[in-house]
């Protein structure tokens, strides 16, 4: 996970510590909010909207990672399965049995002292970028032909862009094929 979120999580850890010094499981449940309502269980839940997977789940398939979501919820709160749905009780065992563990690792995530570099924030996100470029020279191709074949300053340079857009796009075609993607 990324030293910057993990830095933040931190300081609310140590905000929610001096507000509510009593409570030692709400320290730990601030950082479950953020990681598990807001990322890992939305990944569970819609894994099409996460590029998980690319189509979506069939019904039953969508039921079962709506259960999954509900546990892994559950064992993040630190809270057992109650009355309200019984259906679920049989997963308590497995959340008494790891609620330690949870505990562990969200307080471990929140375990950077100090601010990172924000250089470290461009080297991670080079690669995105370089992704979503080729994925606009994919989707206007065509525009870029037409201007390539145009005399101008800029001929050379969109000739080079399309002739890397074509080679990136072989390659991926080359790994989808290879991959069964």
């Known amino acids: 996970m990324h030293r910057t979120l993990r830095y933040i999580y931190g300081c609310l850890q140590k905000s929610v510590q001096n507000k509510w010094p009593a409570n030692t499981t709400m320290r730990t449940r ?64 497995f959340i008494k049995s790891n609620k330690h563990r949870m505990i562990m690792f969200l307080d471990e995530l929140g375990n950077v002292p100090e601010l990172p570099d924000t250089t470290e924030h461009s080297r991670t996100d080079l690669s995105r970028y370089l992704a979503a470029l080729h994925e606009m020279c994919v989707a206007h191709s065509d525009e870029l032909r037409t201007l390539s074949n145009e005399r101008g300053v800029m001929q050379h340079v969109l000739k080079k862009l399309l002739a890397i857009t074509e080679l990136l796009q072989q390659k991926q075609n080359q790994y989808s094929v290879s991959n069964n993607i």
């Open 30 to 93: 601030v950082v479950s909010g953020f990681v598990f309502l807001r990322l890992i269980c939305p990944a569970i839940l819609n894994p099409r909207m996460f590029n998980i997977i690319s189509d979506s789940p069939s019904p039953t398939a969508a039921r079962t990672l709506t259960l999954v979501a509900k546990s892994v919820q559950n064992l993040a709160n630190l809270v057992e399965f109650g009355a309200k749905e019984p259906y679920m009780e049989g997963v308590n065992p």
